[in-house]
Nanobody, 126 residues
Framework: QVQLVESGGGLVQAGGSLRLSCAAS????????MGWFRRAPGKEREFVAA????????FYADSVKGRFTISRDNVKNTVYLQMNSLKPEDTAVYYC???????????????????WGQGTQVTVSS
């Protein structure tokens, strides 16, 4: 069983930055593909970013490309999402997710991920 705990959310003005963290339990974190998703009020959950177990392969949603950066520290069992130039439309609950099959290319599809955190709220004011 894998447990994921997000932190780092909060209230920020447009143009500001936040860094989200997701701490994972489990000895095989290095095997996991890790992803970030978000759900805005009244909207479906959407893909934000994902990274392979090695960190070599990354994918981003077009809406965050160039502003958000996913990274991971396999020693600390933690994945990060650095969010810069935040916009009001980035307001959402952000979730990290783990796909234990490290052989897979990181996926934009939520159903591929077996484990999810509880989410952290990010609110961007205009």
């Amino acid at each position: 069983q894998v447990q994921l705990v997000e932190s780092g959310g909060g209230l920020v003005q447009a143009g500001g930055s936040l860094r989200l963290s997701c701490a994972a339990s489990g000895r095989t974190f290095t095997n996991y593909v890790m992803g970030w998703f978000r759900r805005a009020p009244g909207k479906e959950r959407e893909f934000v970013a994902a990274m392979s177990w090695s960190g070599v392969i990354t994918f981003y949603a077009d809406s965050v490309k160039g502003r958000f950066t996913i990274s991971r520290d396999n020693v600390k069992n933690t994945v990060y999402l650095q969010m810069n130039s935040l916009k009001p439309e980035d307001t959402a609950v952000y979730y990290c997710a783990a796909d234990p099959d490290g052989r897979r290319i990181p996926s934009r599809l939520g159903y591929v991920y077996d484990y999810w955190g509880q989410g952290t709220q990010v609110t961007v004011s205009s």
